[in-house]
Each structure stands twice: as structure tokens, then as C-alpha cells.
């Protein structure tokens, strides 16, 4: 049987409980209360309060949904890996007053609703991917993120954060109709280094440059495009010469946001603690 404790923790006057089962998890919430994705809670700041809606695809044990939550938003999660999800329904539940807000859902968003493989060193570790390359792999099922269903999650979302670990270069292409219909505000982290890095045929160069010119076509219609770099938010004055050039670099990964409005950058909270 798993030995567990409850923790209260709190970020930039955010408080929630979790549940600590070992040493990885009680350093990893350290990590949350000190310094752990700055530019990720800055935005949900600025842009979610009481009643908003997020759409959190790929939400690992719960500390962007439970932070969203604790700040008054509905919540709808997307975790496909079964030990960071099991992990996520012990925090929910850890949280009565704000388990009603967040409705978990135990699948990847992705091309088409069936099964998929995913691929990890150690699952539950936030680094597992749809993408194939880890030495581990489990089968996962999957909703096609172009459902109606999901359709109207991103339609109503006031944000929608995407962190698949390289699953994105797959994922934005397919949903390209959708952004050019609703144009969602999206929280997307970019994993580059998730794409082969070692398969310099003729066919895997190919195969790289498809998937990157994909996702750069999926968000080009965004008139407002910003970069988190070093606790900064800036916005890109050419977006898609900017991230074209950024996807390229080897290793690159990051966080951007799109929006249909621009953004004071004077809004964005600078980091509490």
C-alpha cells in the first residue's frame, strides 16, 4: 500500500492541497512553490479569474488545473498517462472545494478516437509523449480532439494550454480548421526536441520539416504573438519568421501565446513567489 500525506501548497496567493507519496513528489511540489513555470502562471493571471474556462490538454498530476481552479476557473483536464493520471484524481480529491470545478478526462486528445502508444522513460514523470523514442510504452486510448465534443471545449475555453511533449507538431495541424473558426487563446509549449534528432535521411529531414511547417500553418492566422524568455513576455513582430527560427534550433523548446487581442505586456503579473 502506498504511504501518502496531504500537503497545502501556495503560489502567487493560490493555495490547494496535494498528496505526497514519495520523494519525487514532495521535491517537485517544492519546485512548484519556488519557481516552477513562472511564465505559465503569469498568464493564467492575466487571463483566467472566476468563471473562465480552461482546457488543459495534458495535465500531468494537476498543478495547472488545481492553480486555474483555486483561481475560480472550470476546468476540463486531458492526462493520458495512467500514473500521473492516477496521481491527478488523488489531488482532485484531496481538494472538495474545488474538485467540482475540474472535470479530469483519462485520454490524449489527438488525430482520431481509438488507441495510440505512449512512450516514456518513467511514466508519471511529465515527459511522457505520443512521440516514439522512450524505452517504455503503454496503450492509451484516445479522443479525436475534431469531436464535437471537443469542438465546443475549445470554443467556449477563455484558454487553452497545450503541453504534450512534441505531440503538438501533430496534434496543431489537425485541429487548423478549428483555430481559424474560433481562434481560442492558446497556452502552447513547444518541445522541438521531441522531434528525431538523429535521423538525418533524406526522409526524416523531410519528415521533421512537414511536421514543423504544419504546426507554423495551424497558428499563422494569430495577429498577436507572444514569447515567454527568461520570466519575459515579448511579442513577435514577424511570429511565424520568429518561431520558424526558433523551432529550428536544436533542442529549442518554449512557451508561447496566441491571442485575437493584444495584450499590455504592462499586464502581465511579474512572479509573486
Known sequence: MIQTTERRVSRRGQQFAVVVEDRTDRLFWDKFEAQWEDDTLRAFDLLLNQGSRLLDIGGWIGPTALYAAARGAQVTVFEPDPVAYAKLERNLTANPMLEAQIEPRHCALWSSTGTATLHSKHFGDSMSSLLPGARNSCPIQTQDVRSAEVNRLIRDADLVKIDIEGGEFHLLPVMRSQIADSRPTILLSLHALFLPQDDETPRGVETNRHLQEGLLAAIAGYPF?????????????????????????????????????PLALKEMPRDAG
Open 225 to 261: 504573438v507572444y514569447r515567454a524568455a527568461k520570466g519575459v513576455w515579448s511579442q513577435l513582430n514577424e511570429p511565424e519568421a520568429a518561431l520558424a527560427e526558433a523551432i529550428a534550433e536544436e533542442g529549442f523548446s518554449g512557451t508561447i501565446l496566441l491571442s485575437s487581442r
